[in-house]
C-alpha cells in the first residue's frame, strides 16, 4: 500500500511542526542560552524542509501515480484479519503478561498466529509448537541469561 | 615488551586460562545470537563469575565473550533479519539479501573471516600501539565529536534506499527518538508528554528488534509470497569462494579494520559506530555504490571488519586512561579494580605482563572464533529449513522476550509494536529504516557535542573548524552534503550537452 509523497510529506510537516511547538513547553533554564529545545528544532526544521520537498514533488505525480496505489495484498481481507492478529497478540501480552505469565501468554499468540497462517491442517504441530517453544525461551532466558519473565500462573511450577 | 610477551603467554596458556577463554567463547556465541542480549548484557552476566577466577583468567574471558558476541550478533541478523547485537545493524539488511539470493552461509562465512581479519588488526593496533592512539583519541573534543557523528548520519542518510530525501526524513526521526525524556545538560524532560516511563529515554534496542525483525514479521505473515525464506535452493559455499570475495575486497577490509580501531579507541563511540560509518564509507567509495542492499558483499566485509577491530581498540582508552570507551570496558574498569589494578598510564610499567596477557587472549579469541564460527554457521542455517509461516509466530514471541530482556520492562514491547508497525509502513513508502536506528545510537552523541561546543565557543560557529581534526573532518562532512547538488548539476550540464550535440547533428 503505497500512498503519494505528497501525502507522506504533509504527515511529516504535520508531525515536526506539532512537535516544534511542543518545544516550547519544555522549562527554560535561567543563564542558559542553547537549552534543551536549541537541538530538537534543528531536527525538526530540517525534517520539515524535507517534507515540504517530498510534498512538492509528490504533487507533481499525482497525475501519473494517483494519490493511493493498493497492492494485491492489500486488497485481501486476510492480510488485514493477520495484520489486526498480530498487533493484537503483542497488546495480550503487553496487557495479561505480568497477570497470567509469560509461558500461557505466549502458547496463546504462537497457537492462534500459526492457525491463521497455516490454518486447520497442522493443528497438532500447532500445538505442540505453542507448548514447547515458550517453555524453552523461559527456561533459557529466566535460568541462563537471569532475565525475570513474568511465571504468573505457572509461578510455583516452573 | 619480548619478555613481557613472553610473561604474557605464560599466564595465558595454562589450563583454568584456556578452559575459561573456552567457555566464555561458547557463552558469548549464545548470548551474540539472543536479540535484546547485547555483549554489555553478556559481559555484566559474566561478572559474578569472574570474583572466582585469577585476573588473567577473568579479563581473558571478557575479551573474549565480547570478541565471539559481536561476530555471533551477525547469525541472526544475517538469517532472519533481527540483528543480534546493535553493531551487526549496519548491514543486517545486506546479509539477509544475499540469504534470500540463497547464499546465507556465504554471507555469514566473509563476515565470519572479516571478523577475525578485524580482530586481528584490533589486536595489533592495541599491543603495538595503545600509548600512541590513546594520545590521539585525546585530542577528540566537542567539534571534532560533533564532525564525526555529523558523517555517519549523513552518510548513512545517502546510502540507504534509492530517495535521499526519504532517508533524511528517517535520520530525523531517529535524531528525534533520541532525545525522548531527560536532557543530558541542562535535565529538562522533553517528549515524554506526562507519561512517566518515557522520562529514561526510548532504548534503542528494542526500537531496533521492532524496527528490523517485527516489521519483517508483519511483512512474511500479512504478504506472504513464498513458503520458505529461501525460495532458490542454497547454494554451497566453499572456503575458496569467500577466500577469492574477501581478497577482492582486501582495501575494504583494510580500511574497516583501521576505522575500526580508530573509532572504537574513542571514548563514547563504539563498535556500533564503527560499522555504520565503515559501512557508509565503504559504499561512498566503491566502484559499483549501486549494488549496496542487493545482497553484495562488499558492505559486510567492511562493516564487520571494522566492528570486530573496535571491540579491541574500546580497550585502548581504558587501559590507558582509565576511561572506559563504552559500556563493556566500563564493567572491566570495575573488574580491573576488583582484582587489585589501578588502570592508568602506569598500568603498562607496573603490571605489563597482564596487560599484555589481555592482548594474547584477544588473539586466542579472535584464532578459536574461525571453528566455532564455522560449525555456528552450519547449525544457525538449518533454521532456514522451516517454513516462513512456522517461523514468524515463533520469532514475534523470539522478539518480545528479547525487547523485554534490555531492562525487564513491559516498555520495550510496547516499542516494539509501536516501532514494528510504523517501520513496515515505512518501508512499503519507499522510506528506509536503518537511518533511524543510526539517528537513535548518535543522537545523544550529536546533540551533547553540538550543545557543549556552542557554549565553549560561545555561539562562534568558526569554532568548529579552527583546529586541525575537526577542520579535516568537517570540510569532508560538507563535501558529503554537497555531492549529490554537485552530482545533480554534472548530470545536467551532461545532458544539456548530448541536447546540444543532438540538436547540432539534425
Known sequence: MRVNDAVSGVLIMLLSAVLFANTFTFPAVPGVQYGAAVFPRAVLAVMFGAGAWLTVKGLMTVKAAGWIQIDAWARRPGSWIMFALIVAGMLFYILAADAIGFVPVSGIIIFVLLLAARGRTHLLSSAILALSFPLLLYYVFVNALRVPLPAGWLGGVL | MIENLQAALELVFTVDVLTAIFFSCLFGLFTGAMPGVSATVAVALLVPVTFFMSPVAALASIATAVAIAIFAGDLPGGLLRIPGTPASAAYADEAYAMTRKGEGERALTISLVCSVIGGLVGVLALSLSAPMLADFALEFRYHEYFWLA????????????????????????????????????????????????????????????????????????????????????????????????????????????????????????????????????????????????????????????????????????????????DSVTAIVIGVLFLKGLQPGPTVFLEDAPLVYSIFVAFLVANLLLIPVGLVAIKAARQILRIPTRTLMPLILVFCIVGSFAINNSMMGVSIILVSGVAAFFMQENGFPVAPAILGMVMGRLLEENFIQAMIVADGDWLAFFERPIAATLGAITIAFWLSPLAVALIARARARRVARANGGAT
Open chain 2, 150 to 325: 555529523a558523517i555517519g548520519l549523513t552518510t548513512a542518510g545517502f546510502v540507504c534506499g534509492d530517495n535521499p530525501v526519504k532517508g533524511l526524513v528517517s535520520v530525523c526521526i531517529g535524531l528525534m527518538l533520541s532525545t525522548v525524556g531527560f536532557d543530558m545538560i541542562s535535565g529538562v524532560p522533553r517528549f515524554t508528554f506526562g507519561y512517566f516511563p518515557l522520562l529514561e529515554g526510548i532504548h534503542f534496542i528494542p526500537v531496533m528488534i521492532g524496527v528490523f525483525a517485527v516489521a519483517e514479521v508483519i511483512r512474511n505473515l500479512v504478504q506472504p509470497t513464498s513458503t520458505y525464506l529461501v525460495e532458490v535452493p542454497e547454494k554451497r559455499t566453499g572456503f575458496r569462494d569467500v577466500a577469492g570475495t574477501v581478497y577482492r575486497y582486501k582495501g575494504k577490509a583494510a580500511t574497516g579494520s583501521v576505522l575500526g580501531v580508530i573509532i572504537g579507541a574513542l571514548p563514547g563511540a563504539g563498535s556500533d559506530m564503527a560499522s555504520w560509518v565503515s559501512y557508509a564509507i565503504g559504499k561512498r567509495f566503491s566502484k559499483t555504490p549501486e549494488k549496496f542492499g542487493t545482497g553484495h558483499p562488499e558492505g559486510i566485509v567492511a562493516a564487520t571488519s571494522s566492528n570486530n577491530a573496535a571491540t579491541c581498540s574500546t580497550w585502548i582508552p581504558s587501559l590507558v586512561f582509565g576511561i572506559p570507551g
